[in-house]
């Protein structure tokens, strides 16, 4: 089986990734390959402290180009710290978003421009691409809900953002799926975790052969 895959989850708030995420995590170390599970932005000491300005609600005056500016530079230095060296150890990495994330959020729901971003982030990290992504899509409203719901989950600035916004990120998501059809998948994360996870698992699968 393929073991040094480059596998990205995106999707909106409120869907799932990090639980779907543990639950596949262990499925492939029960297949004996090693497996390096990490997000963004974060997942190293420089990457999380740009993460807590970043996803800061008291920060709601940064302009949307310095948004940008500081996911691509998280992103630059835990690619090059953390994930390229796990890949090229013969690793099995899964982030919790990357760059479809900045593409959907600022490029396309804030307007900068989808081209624009992707610049940005070819400037931090080359033009490396997940081998898949799987897209968790999901309607705002029942994100929303589902933070409001979980009362042990951070209120990050993006999870104020108005409905209209969140509504925008979804269709910045859909768009990124007629661009790269081929590398991202989609899955409906509006079902049980249990059918969440075998949908990506049967995904998965086929990319591991």
Same mark, same amino acid.
């Given at each position: 089986? /393929?073991?040094?895959l480059?596998?990205?989850?995106e999707?909106?708030?409120?869907a799932? $990734?990090?639980?779907?995420?543990?639950?596949i995590?262990? *499925? #492939?170390?029960?297949?004996?390959?090693?497996?390096?599970?990490?997000?963004?932005?974060?997942? &190293?000491?420089?990457?999380? /402290?740009?993460?807590?300005? &970043?996803?800061?609600p008291?920060?709601?005056? %940064?302009?949307? *180009?310095?948004?940008?500016?500081?996911?691509?530079a998280?992103?630059?230095?835990?690619?090059?710290?953390?994930?390229?060296?796990?890949?090229?150890?013969?690793?099995l990495?899964?982030?919790?978003?990357?760059?479809?994330?900045?593409?959907a959020?600022?490029?396309?729901? *804030?307007?900068?421009?989808?081209?624009?971003?992707?610049?940005?982030?070819?400037?931090?990290?080359? $033009?490396?691409?997940?081998?898949?992504? &799987?897209?968790?899509?999901?309607?705002?409203?029942?994100?929303?809900?589902?933070?409001?719901?979980?009362?042990?989950?951070? #209120?990050?600035r993006?999870?104020?953002?108005?409905?209209?916004?969140?509504? /925008?990120? *979804?269709?910045g998501?859909?768009?990124?799926?007629?661009?790269?059809?081929e590398? &991202? /998948?989609?899955?409906?994360?509006?079902?049980?975790?249990?059918?969440?996870?075998?949908?990506?698992?049967?995904?998965?699968?086929?990319? %591991?052969?």
């Amino acid at each position: 089986m /393929k073991r040094n895959l480059f596998i990205t989850f995106e999707g909106p708030e409120g869907a799932g $990734k990090t639980t779907v995420i543990q639950k596949i995590v262990e *499925r #492939i170390e029960e297949k004996n390959i090693e497996v390096l599970p990490t997000r963004e932005p974060g997942g &190293i000491e420089i990457a999380e /402290k740009i993460r807590a300005v &970043i996803l800061n609600p008291e920060h709601t005056a %940064m302009d949307e *180009r310095t948004e940008a500016l500081l996911y691509a530079a998280a992103r630059s230095q835990h690619y090059f710290e953390k994930v390229r060296p796990a890949l090229d150890a013969g690793k099995l990495v899964i982030c919790d978003r990357f760059i479809d994330s900045s593409l959907a959020y600022q490029g396309f729901a *804030r307007g900068i421009g989808v081209d624009e971003v992707l610049a940005i982030n070819e400037f931090a990290i080359g $033009k490396k691409l997940p081998d898949v992504t &799987i897209l968790f899509d999901l309607s705002p409203e029942v994100g929303l809900a589902r933070i409001h719901a979980h009362g042990g989950r951070e #209120i990050n600035r993006l999870d104020v953002e108005s409905l209209a916004f969140h509504e /925008k990120v *979804r269709e910045g998501y859909m768009l990124l799926v007629e661009r790269y059809p081929e590398r &991202i /998948k989609v899955v409906n994360a509006d079902q049980d975790v249990e059918q969440v996870v075998e949908d990506v698992w049967s995904i998965l699968l086929d990319v %591991m052969q």
